[in-house]
């Protein structure tokens, strides 16, 4: 058998210890699999005397993180110590830098700095890799990278976010209002003390933006993810989306049907029969649509300790076998600089909420302005009071007609005082 | 940019035509996703004045299929005859023979030679693949070669027929009788004029065997499948199924969890929360359940030019890239060559289903039978005359128990006159 591949870990989290923990107990199938064993050589994290329930004694300990590219006993490099930049970055970089391949779980170090990483790796002949950043333990990277590399692909999008996912089912199942929902998680471990990057649709939008550049071939544009989060999904929207025959998910799109590259991130009303529907809990899914595989779906776990280290290791395990090709499918220089789509003239159905004052002709200027900006109503309903005093709640479904009329209809009704807070605009993902 | 693969292709029905039409509506970024172009450079079939909607001049004509691999002009062929020997067998053999990577979408024959063709791959050190013998344009075997090579796959199931499923899928909407249904898919193209392979399960089996190999890494074993198809399912079974909360799907299913390899494919009762409920029509889907990855799913379209053509082509990406590694993800030598697992142990819950004679008497001798095998019923439902005269359904659902015990009441009712058929015995999949 081949040499070992000798690996040092950064980040010694939930995450470092899952990836030790199943490179012993799989060791002989992976070394079967590898062509040659997969050996930790040396770990590093800021304190070496916590107890994290393993045991580090076969490994040397670096302290000084930065340079674990550089040892000798190092051929690859996993960087779990997360952060778009800072130690994480800097590592990343003096690992390639140093010839040595680069494994990470970091999407907000790939969404910003993958192509910088990615272009540095093809100089240095070394292989970056990232399948743990997107969708856990999913393979949906290699899938798209590999799997479907014979299609253009139409549009990839999914269910991103295992938080927001769990935080949307629980609303679904009880009934519970979103804080209530996300204290709980938060008690149960299921959302981060700080869950802002959860919540607000950014950590989707780190994955979007990393799975998009991978599907069409497009340089990585985080910045122009269009991003909403979930903090504004009512119980009763979820509740009137049920009636109507749909589930409320966080969903992130990308496509390059229009004119340039569009991405958005956004909790989409999807019809019961779409395959995203049935994705609960903090599953994840990803779809992507081929012009000759058709529409493709890839799910799982999103998160958690073992799913991670599944798909670390399976980059592992490819470095192992000698698959070095370019971290984003073509070569940097390859991909395509696509400026970001203008998203008026797409068309789609959408669902709107109003929260207004119960008095009359509030309906007649919510119409009024529908009406003037060209947007088609195909469903009005207006439910009973709501708990808050006063207030009633406006449900709409249009006509598929385009967004731009949309956008105009809540502009005019900007301001207006018989709107308690802004219009909820929900897109509609139909089968 | 380097040199092109040099490709043959063998057989020109829909899936050779739709690798043609791929590799040209997507040339370019193929050639940028592979790092070379992808040149057909000769192709081969039965009969070369047939019009095949597709213009062949560009390339060479053989008429000598199976001496393709010897060619000068050929790095990889791509066999598309079908059939398990004959031509299909011959032209491989030759073609790895004559050091030339071979890629197909012959299930039967990978079922039946792919361990003699992948042990003489890795002697001639060239490539086999055949992403496309299993679920169409999925990319599962890439999946569970690479994307899950972490792991220990404690099960590998699914959907693994789109006749069956479209069939079944159809019988649930309409209520129609198997015969009827059947009949009309053969009629739009969707059932084969003979269509026993589909229907009898052997499409599975073949598919589930392959799977297995690759997601276990044991020897192929196609012939200790045990395999029943669709054809006994009736259309009061699917209604009694849905009012219990199922749909009955042809499921394949194989792990190694008890004393050796177990394969079976068998119609299932599926729970409605189960993700392969929602696989509808000619849809495929597979389960694979890792020991860190957890849980995860793979669908898509199971035939057709298009996908199976993606999945060809993914194939001969990944070899225009250099990536030859072990067809069934360990060298052939290092496969475990697993006895079939014994089913009497296994546990689980079950649908039977008796058509009895509508006299006393009759239920006595069922449910005796049952207790005298051990057999605990969790519920009965004798269902109203059925439309044969004095034939009555009588369906129970069991407790979970061994699959031994519901054997053997199966054996003690055997040749009863109160039965007008044998009982039918269908397997739970629950969530």
Redesign the interface.
């Known amino acids: 058998m081949a040499e070992p591949l000798k690996i040092a870990l950064a980040g010694l989290g939930t995450v470092g210890v899952?990836v030790i923990r199943?490179i012993d107990?799989?060791a002989e199938?992976?070394a079967?699999?590898?062509?040659r064993p997969l050996h930790v050589t040396v770990v590093s994290a800021r304190d070496r005397s916590k107890n994290r329930g393993v045991d580090l004694s076969p490994y040397a300990w670096e302290d000084d993180m930065v340079i674990l590219g550089e040892r000798e006993d190092v051929d690859v490099v996993v960087e779990m110590v997360g952060g778009s930049d800072g130690p994480a970055l800097a590592l990343a970089r003096t690992t390639i830098e140093a010839g040595k391949a680069l494994v990470t779980a970091n999407k907000a170090m790939i969404a910003h700095h993958g192509l910088e990483l990615a272009g540095k790796a093809e100089d240095k002949k070394v292989a970056l890799k990232f399948?743990a950043a997107v969708a856990g333990?999913?393979?949906v990277i290699?899938?798209l990278r590999?799997?479907?590399?014979?299609?253009?692909i139409e549009r990839v999008y999914g269910v991103l976010n295992g938080t927001c996912n769990y935080i949307l089912t629980v609303m679904e199942d009880t009934g519970r209002e979103f804080g209530v929902v996300l204290g709980e998680a938060q008690a149960k471990g299921y959302a981060e003390a700080d869950p802002a990057f959860d919540i607000e649709g950014t950590d989707a939008a780190h994955k979007l933006s990393i799975l998009a550049a991978v599907a069409f071939?497009t340089r990585v544009d985080f910045a122009s993810v269009a991003t909403t989060g979930i903090t504004r999904v009512r119980a009763a929207d979820i509740a009137q989306a049920a009636a109507l025959g749909y589930v409320i998910r966080l969903i992130g799109m990308a496509d390059t049907g229009g004119d340039g590259l569009f991405q958005r991130v956004q909790p989409h009303l999807v019809h019961c029969d779409h395959?995203l529907a049935?994705v609960d809990g903090a599953t994840n899914?990803v779809v992507a649509e081929?012009?000759?595989?058709?529409?493709?779906?890839?799910?799982?776990?999103g998160a958690?300790d073992?799913?991670t280290?599944?798909?670390?290791?399976?980059d592992?395990?490819?470095i192992a076998?000698?698959?070095t090709?370019p971290a984003f499918?073509?070569p940097v220089s390859?991909l395509e600089p696509l400026a970001a789509a203008p998203t008026g003239h797409r068309r789609g159905r959408a669902y709107l909420r109003f929260m207004v004052a119960d008095r009359p002709g509030v309906l007649a200027e919510i119409t009024a302005a529908l009406r003037d900006a060209g947007v088609s109503i195909e469903s009005m309903i207006q439910k009973g009071r709501a708990d808050t005093a006063g207030e009633v709640m406006v449900v709409m479904l249009t006509h598929e007609g385009p967004e731009s009329a949309v956008s105009e209809a809540v502009r005019l009704l900007d301001g207006s005082p018989s709107l308690s807070e802004p219009p909820l605009v929900l897109h509609i993902l139909d089968n």
């Open positions: 899952g199943l107990a799989n199938l992976i079967r699999r590898a062509g399948e333990g999913i393979p290699k899938a590999e799997g479907t590399a014979a299609n253009r071939g395959p049935h899914a081929g012009n000759f595989s058709g529409r493709l779906l890839f799910q799982g776990a958690g073992g799913p280290a599944s798909a670390v290791v399976a592992l395990i490819d076998r000698g698959e090709g499918s073509v390859e």
